[in-house]
């Protein structure tokens, strides 16, 4: 997911415009979409309904991209994962390097058996198409299809409704199916926590499925307050956010999206942008890494706040990258950079919020534990 969008200009409405209207939502910019930032139940109530039932959400605006049955090894020589290692069916998140070891994008990487399917950033999309087209044949984008993300405990309940053979499918599995005869993609994965789906379809039949999908027991709308609360208290990266070009995949804490085949005496060692300093850093530690936070009272440290090595004085070590207060916590959290030295669970740590000083707890990410389907 990105923090940023491509500029001012004209924004672009997803195929679920008028039925966000409809349903009361407040619409804000957002990655150069229009979108929902959250409806009548407001973001607490949708929050805390993901983590109990299910919640939709439309994700339309993210880039979904095609390539060959075949672009697996190309696909290796942008990003450290394994993929030809990824059998068809599943899929695998990732980040495409730099050549100084910074994070591009991060995205999903699915093989279908009879094709690669991604899914990008709405604000790196276009730079990620250039990218990916500068080093493979046959980058298609799938610009006539929509998005939706359908996530908590009762996600597959409510798709099962529609048809959809998903109760067999585990975390991170990818099928082409029919929902109510709708052809569709279907990845168990999302980016709450929780135990959910997305779902790419031709974006002409997306508000008839959303509409069957919201029709079925323990179904409401969310928007962009709850999926960003949510994801947070998940221990979730925003591309933009909490990683960027400045920052490596290992400071991020993205260290295990990096195959052991595509480490130092692997088969397929290095090999992709960055890796000298990526593989240093899995080898001997990186300088900083990004960190759990647990702020005291109930005021959310949001980002940009400064981070010191003492609760009361101390040097400046760090910025917070993304706050709020977490519904299921009841309490705010927050993740950041540090020192590695600092970054232990447990280390008080201190935080600028409104002029004042505020102790801060580093804390294990997630904060929530997940409710991922693995079995």
């Given at each position: 997911m990105s923090a940023t969008g491509p500029g001012a200009g004209a924004l672009s409405r997803t195929p679920l415009h008028d039925l966000h209207l409809e349903l009361g939502a407040r619409m804000v910019p957002f990655a150069g979409h229009e979108l929902p930032l959250h409806y009548r139940a407001g973001v607490l109530k949708e929050h805390l309904h993901c983590r109990a039932a299910a919640a939709l959400f439309d994700v339309s605006h993210m880039g979904q991209v095609m390539l060959p049955a075949d672009a697996a090894e190309g696909l290796e020589a942008l990003i450290p994962a394994d993929l030809i290692g990824l059998a068809a069916g599943r899929q695998r998140y990732g980040v495409f390097t730099d050549a100084q070891g910074g994070i591009l994008d991060d995205l999903m990487a699915a093989n279908l058996g009879d094709g690669w399917f991604l899914v990008v950033n709405a604000a790196r999309r276009a730079d990620d198409l250039a990218h990916l087209a500068a080093h493979l044949a046959g980058v298609r984008p799938l610009d006539d299809r929509a998005l939706l993300a359908l996530q908590g405990p009762a996600a597959e309940a409510a798709l099962a409704g529609l048809g959809a053979p998903v109760a067999q499918m585990r975390f991170m599995d990818i099928r082409r199916m029919d929902l109510a005869g709708v052809p569709a993609i279907v990845a168990r994965s999302g980016y709450t926590g929780e135990d959910g789906f997305e779902i790419s379809l031709p974006a002409a039949e997306a508000e008839a499925v959303?509409?069957?999908?919201?029709?079925?027991?323990?179904?409401?709308?969310?928007?962009?307050?709850?999926?960003?609360?949510?994801?947070?208290?998940?221990?979730?990266?925003?591309?933009?956010?909490?990683?960027?070009?400045?920052?490596?995949?290992?400071?991020?804490?993205?260290?295990?999206s990096i195959g052991r085949a595509r480490r130092r005496g692997g088969p397929r060692a290095g090999g992709f942008p960055g890796a000298e300093r990526i593989l240093a850093e899995l080898e001997s530690g990186p300088a900083r890494l990004r960190a759990g936070l647990r702020p005291e009272g109930r005021a959310p440290v949001r980002a940009g706040a400064a981070l010191f090595d003492a609760p009361e004085g101390g040097a400046e070590v760090g910025r917070v990258t993304s706050g709020t207060f977490g519904p299921s916590l009841d309490a705010p959290c927050a993740m950041g950079y540090v020192p590695a030295a600092l970054a232990r669970p447990g280390t008080a740590l201190g935080a600028e919020l409104r002029g004042r000083r505020v102790r801060v707890t580093v804390a294990p990410l997630p904060f929530v534990k997940p409710g991922y389907k693995r079995a």
């Open positions: 959303a509409r069957r999908l919201l029709a079925a027991p323990g179904v409401m709308p969310a928007g962009l307050g709850a999926r960003d609360s949510l994801r947070i208290e998940a221990g979730l990266c925003l591309y933009g956010a909490d990683i960027d070009t400045t920052t490596s995949p290992v400071e991020a804490g993205l260290a295990w």
